[in-house]
């Protein structure tokens, strides 16, 4: 019931957040610069999909451990993967950013590259709520995905307000993930030892699991 309420309610305040800094951005951006906020949304939503299907199969994964040596194992060899992932990922997108801004009519090429840094952060911030849902600490993810949401309309409101339009929002975008991945890796370091251990599990029967 504790976990429960935690996660509801503290969704519910990132939520709430996140409303804000839509009206927020939708006032301060007009309408064309907004809409075009939303198409890079749009890519973030499309890329996401990967990821968070993986992080059922990571949480499944740290749950099955019974201590603290058996969940550095499966963590630091998933963080390895993730890391491998999220470098190859975030060079792909980078690559076709030109071509994604000319089929989405968006002008600054440089707003879609810094899409391809996001989701690099996203991948590697997977592994710490994962592993801090696998071992039921919500207020580790929810504290995570506040820090996200503050930073993302605290510095998305200045940004814009200096001048830096979209590409202030989605820099700012760029900044909560990477305060997400700080918080998180502050809260996980307590169930996972700081050294990797030279043990690894095996990554196909975990990939052959999140596939699907």
Do not use: C
Not at 14 to 33: F, T
Not at 71 to 86: D, E, G
Not at 108 to 131: E, P, Y
Request: aromatic share 12%; glycine share 6%; net charge positive.
């Amino acid at each position: 019931l504790k976990g429960s309420a935690i996660m509801i309610f503290g969704s519910l305040w990132v939520n709430i957040v996140n409303y804000v800094y839509h009206i927020v951005m939708g006032r301060i951006l007009g309408p064309a610069d907004y809409g075009e906020l939303m198409s890079l949304y749009a890519i973030l939503y499309v890329v996401s999909v990967v990821p968070l299907s993986t992080s059922f199969a990571i949480v499944k994964e740290i749950s099955h451990t019974k201590n603290k040596k058996e969940r550095s194992v499966v963590y630091h060899t998933l963080k390895r993967y993730l890391w491998r992932l999220a470098v190859v990922s975030s060079l792909i997108l980078i690559f076709l950013s030109p071509f994604i801004a000319r089929f989405l009519h968006i002008e600054n090429v440089f707003s879609v590259g810094i899409i391809g840094s996001v989701l690099f952060f996203m991948l590697i911030l997977l592994g710490n709520q994962a592993t801090l849902q696998g071992v039921l600490d919500f207020f580790g993810v929810v504290a995570s995905n506040l820090a996200s949401s503050t930073v993302k309309l605290i510095f998305g409101v200045i940004l814009v307000l200096l001048g830096f339009s979209v590409s202030g929002a989605i820099a700012a975008i760029l900044l909560a993930v990477i305060a997400s991945y700080i918080v998180s890796a502050r809260m996980v370091r307590r169930y996972v030892s700081a050294r990797p251990s030279k043990k690894k599990i095996p990554l196909v029967p975990f990939l052959r699991y999140a596939f699907p």
